[in-house]
Nanobody, 119 residues
């Protein structure tokens, strides 16, 4: 079975940094894109950053210049380096894997990790 496990969340002061990790295991088809999403209390889930199999990236405007997504395919791991954190970054962060094989879409999600940024 496919499993995505996030780690690295925690409590940090505004202006600080955190690095999130997502380790994937199981039969995930390649090529795949991976991404980080977040959901704050009372708000919809939103895309934070995505990275393709060719290491191309895309970011939400709110995090551009502050967050960096990367992947290590040998380790089946995706990272999110978060710098200059703001209170509005507080949310549960989820890791996602998306792939397509034989016309079928495959999406897998981690359980989430809490990030709290204090003023």
């Amino acid at each position: 079975q496919v499993q995505l496990v996030e780690s690295g969340g925690g409590l940090v002061q505004a202006g600080g940094s955190l690095r999130l990790s997502c380790a994937a295991s199981g039969k995930i088809f390649s090529p795949n894109t991976m991404g980080w999403y977040r959901q704050a209390p009372g708000k919809q889930r939103e895309l934070v950053a995505i990275i393709g199999s060719d290491d191309s990236t895309n970011y939400a405007d709110s995090v551009k210049g502050r967050f960096t997504i990367s992947r290590d395919n040998a380790k089946n791991t995706v990272y999110l380096q978060m710098n200059s954190l703001k209170p509005e970054d507080t949310a549960v962060y989820y890791c996602n894997s998306h792939s397509r094989r034989w016309g079928v879409e495959y999406d897998y999600w981690g359980q989430g990790t809490q990030v709290t940024v204090s003023s």
